[in-house]
């Protein structure tokens, strides 16, 4: 196997700008959130042109294919031509809803809310 048609998934994912720092990366291997066919994978992992991986980033599972290899990391305008995004809409939702239910979190120390507060958490949220 050539080195040039073979990466690791650590250097890949910090290589696409997935994530910020390589350790970080590898850091995210290691906590088992790089997924290939619902199995783990390890930094060391050599990948190739057409695998399919999923990263778990909570709440969102992203999903993508390797279009093609790198060795160094690219500006973000160039990233679509090394990544194709595959994540389902339903999971890009999940974000949508998360980030609408950021509000309903109470600053640490503001107190119980109030009658009025609990009316108005309970008008944004009709489950609870």
């Known amino acids: 196997m050539d080195k040039e048609d073979s990466v690791r998934i650590d250097k890949y994912l910090w290589s ?3 994530f910020k720092t390589r350790s970080l990366a590898a850091e995210a291997c290691k906590k088992e959130r790089v997924l290939m066919n619902s199995y783990p994978l390890k930094s060391s992992r050599i990948i190739k042109v057409g695998d399919v991986f999923e990263v778990k980033i909570n709440p969102v599972i992203y999903k993508y294919r390797v279009k093609e290899l790198l060795h160094n990391r690219v500006g973000a305008k160039l990233v679509e031509n090394y990544l194709e995004d595959l ?29 009025k507060d609990r009316r108005e958490i309970e008008k944004l949220n009709p489950e609870s």
Do not use: A, C, F, W
């Not at 939702?93 to 109030?114: A, Q």
């Open 16 to 18: 696409v700008r997935l």
């Open 87 to 115: 994540t389902d809409k339903v999971e890009l939702e999940n974000i949508l809803l998360n980030s609408k239910m950021t509000y309903l979190k109470r600053d640490r120390g503001t107190g119980r809310p109030t009658k």
